[in-house]
């Protein structure tokens, strides 16, 4: 109870330390009437439920709720109207309806801009290591820590979900996203937004199609053929909806085949609407829309915040004038009111008075790390480390002494007391580098209580190599930091930390790195090494997490969700598109409460970015297609014990494949099992599928026989002339084992006409 009191004053003084915030506080959100409306009705569905709603909604209010009024927080100084709880989006309610507002925050990897408003936020792992666990429950589970702590802090909906798969590794928003396969990627997005829906809050999935790099996000045009589209990043996103059945999608900067994503038919209509059976609305990236007519008929259900004013009062226009239906604006509330019912943000209102509780979110966080991070090189075992044997590590690198890495964009989450390694007064700066409170050094110390664990900064090559040199092991962190809006120009990490790496190991035969990036990177270095750890951005039980399973307290699962390169020259495009053109002067104008308004800002100019070069073969399918090896595979990931694959079995229509996993080691561990396909020679593709996967639990010596749904999208071709999903006749072979790379086990079936 203490504790309780403790929490709920906290915030408080806090935000009395925030200078300018007392001036900003939004008022009391208005009450709903205490009335009952028929609507109220649990046992109604939510599509009817809001049929009834929608009866009683005046012109305006139906335009009310299709357009957003602010930026809140994001932008200084902003007006906050009421009811806003400081939200990156706020949507007014409708107080006589007994309409909440609609609340949106970022929360990719936890909840933004809490601090400034005395709330606290858990930093999970990036979304890229949970995607890692290839374990659906971890991914729930991460879900349900962004819906519990934004519900306690007043927030109604999530405009998380970042899935856009991995076509370009350099692409500083991959910590955001789930990696380079439609199957995983969809299968664990979908599970969040599971996880974020259970708390009664509104889901997203973001962005959408094909925001794949952020160099031009608002100018490029991503090309890609109908087929390609619909079997690599659409497909994720239909896996996704089939899971989550989320409240929103939020449609991408860029255009696709030359239209913006946020009017795109094709896209929003056909695809999206029809085809993967979306019943939740469309809303834009925030400034992404750019019109009223165009994307209100191409299937935009919201413009968000509503700066340029395209769905106010323009949109009341065109429906007034019939350039858009009635039917057509009806159809936008009712997506937006029926998923308000769905996730259940009206019969369980968000409650202004609870509190995120920072121990559950960081216990959860740390288990979530210890299933994220991967284990990718470990010659001689040197791990894990022998806390008894060793008498000295050296620590180098990466402000390992003082905590973790994580990302930078809204994906950011405030760091508690502030960066660890700048504690500047504020929020963080955009794209400001920060690591969270997260010791490394502090945890290796608790596991090796006996030995000298000392840490070099590694700023300096030759003074780390001499403080490496006498230890018994060396362990050197290294860093890729990422951010939205940017992209990093070379898969080599950055500040020349590849011959830092160089020089410790050269000084010290036993050197294991850890690696802290935001996506894949080169290695030049990993012969030299021992060891090879990725750890991603493993937030705020990151350093607990890794220091567990260095020593082996618990065992490493995690497998890659991307494929790492050797070099950039390997990749679909070797450069990254459009990084080396300028910026020139681009100008908008959009009518503002009836005024014309101009916007002068500069970007780069328009230009196109060829996704048919690799197609559908995005990751591990482009590097079997041009059989080039990467450095490391995708779905590759070792662990302290070892396991064997046998008896392969797929039943004749391919729905199930069955096979005995057995560990052979002497260590309890979970085998994530992978079934890929090879389609029929009629499909014209040279490179495998992922179709299924599971996570296996295994004690030492146990074997067990399990079966695995395949997917049947994964089987799949896309029809152009059907416009249709259709498996083809002939014959298809199912491989089975640890990676991509390695799949001992294979079986076949046949489907006739
Ligand atoms: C980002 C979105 C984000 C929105 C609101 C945009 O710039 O692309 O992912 O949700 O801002 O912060």
Redesign the pocket.
């Known amino acids: 109870m203490k504790a309780r009191i403790l929490f709920r004053s906290a915030p408080a003084l806090l935000a009395l330390a925030c200078l300018s915030a007392p001036a900003l506080r939004s008022q009391e959100p208005p009450k709903p009437p205490a009335q009952h409306h028929p609507w109220d009705n649990k046992s109604l569905s939510p599509d009817q439920r809001a049929d009834m709603v929608q009866k009683q909604l005046t012109l305006d209010e139906k335009i009310q709720l299709v357009h957003g009024t602010g930026?809140g927080a994001?932008r200084p100084g902003a007006p906050i109207p009421p009811g806003d709880n400081w939200s990156?989006?706020f949507v007014p309610g409708i107080p006589r309806l007994g309409i909440p507002p609609i609340n949106?925050q970022?929360s990719?990897v936890g909840v933004?801009l809490a601090a400034v408003m005395g709330r606290y936020s858990t930093l999970l792992p990036s979304t890229l290591g949970a995607a890692s666990s290839w374990n659906p429950k971890a991914a729930q589970l991460y879900g349900e820590v962004i819906g519990r702590e934004l519900r306690a802090q007043g927030y109604n909906m999530s405009?998380?979900g970042?899935m856009d798969i991995t076509r370009e590794p350099r692409n500083g928003?991959n910590f955001?996203y789930a990696g380079e396969d439609p199957l995983l990627a969809g299968t664990m997005t979908g599970n969040v937004e599971k996880g974020v829906k259970s708390q009664h809050i509104m889901s997203?999935l973001?962005?959408y199609a094909f925001?794949d790099q952020e160099t031009g996000?608002t100018v490029l045009s991503a090309n890609i053929s109908k087929r390609a589209a619909r079997e690599s990043d659409l497909l994720a996103f239909e896996i996704a909806i089939g899971i989550a059945k989320p409240s929103g999608i939020?449609c991408?900067?860029n255009r696709v085949n030359g239209v913006y994503a946020c009017e795109n038919d094709w896209l929003l209509n056909q695809a999206l609407k029809k085809d993967f059976h979306f019943k939740g609305w469309v809303v834009s990236?925030?400034?992404?829309t750019h019109s009223t007519v165009k994307a209100a008929l191409a299937g935009l259900d919201q413009e968000?915040?509503g700066d340029e004013g395209y769905f106010g009062e323009p949109l009341k226009k065109a429906v007034q004038d019939g350039k858009v239906p009635m039917s057509r604006l009806d159809d936008m509330d009712h997506r937006i009111l029926r998923s308000m019912f769905a996730a259940g943000i009206i019969d369980y209102p968000v409650d202004p008075r609870s509190v995120v509780n920072p121990f559950q979110g960081r216990r959860d966080a740390e288990h979530i790390a210890e299933q994220s991070i991967v284990l990718l090189k470990n010659e001689n075992n040197i791990l894990p480390l022998d806390a008894a044997s060793i008498h000295s590590i050296a620590l180098i690198g990466s402000h390992a002494d003082v905590g973790v890495l994580s990302g930078a964009?809204?994906?950011q989450v405030d760091a508690p007391g502030g960066n660890a390694i700048d504690p500047h007064p504020g929020s963080p700066r955009w794209q400001e580098v920060v690591y969270f409170p997260s010791s490394p050094l502090r945890y290796i110390r608790k596991h090796a209580p006996n030995a000298k664990v000392e840490f070099n900064p590694g700023t300096d090559n030759t003074s780390a190599a001499n403080f490496a040199k006498t230890a018994d092991v060396a362990i050197v962190f290294v860093n890729q930091p990422m951010s939205?809006?940017m992209d990093r120009p070379t898969l080599a990490l950055p500040d020349n930390q590849d011959a830092l790496v160089s020089a410790v190991a050269e000084a010290n035969p036993h050197t294991i790195v850890v690696l802290e990036t935001g996506g894949p990177v080169s290695m030049p270095w990993a012969n030299q090494v021992q060891g090879i750890v990725e750890a991603w951005y493993p937030g705020i039980g990151g350093a607990q997490a890794l220091a567990n399973l260095l020593f082996g307290t618990v065992n490493f699962t995690a497998k890659l969700p991307v494929t790492f390169a050797k070099s950039d020259a390997d990749l679909p495009h070797p450069e990254v598109p459009g990084i080396n053109l300028k910026p020139v002067d681009h100008t908008v104008t959009f009518a503002r409460n009836g005024k014309k308004v101009t916007r002068n800002f500069k970007e780069l100019p328009l230009f196109d970015v060829d996704y048919n070069t690799a197609g559908a073969a995005v990751g591990y399918k482009w590097f079997e297609e041009k059989n080039i090896s990467p450095l490391l595979p995708f779905g590759f990931g070792l662990s302290y014990t070892t396991y064997q694959y046998s008896d392969l079995k797929v039943d004749p229509q391919g729905r199930t494949a069955t096979m005995t996993i057995k560990n052979t080691g002497q260590r309890a561990g979970a085998e994530i099992a992978e079934v890929y396909a090879e389609l029929p020679t009629a499909a014209g593709e040279s490179y495998k599928r992922l179709v299924a996967f599971d996570r296996v639990n295994l004690a030492p010596g146990e074997a067990k026989a399990v079966t695995l749904d395949l997917n049947p999208l994964c089987l799949s071709i896309y029809n152009v002339q059907k416009d249709a999903m259709e498996e083809i006749p002939g014959e298809y072979k199912i491989l089975a084992g640890p990676s991509s790379a390695d799949t001992p086990l294979a079986a076949s079936f046949t489907l006739n006409k």
């Open positions: 930026w994001l990156a989006g949106q970022d990719a933004r405009i998380g970042g928003r955001e997203d973001k962005h925001n996000r939020m991408s900067y990236d925030w400034g992404a968000m915040p964009g809204s994906a939205e809006g």
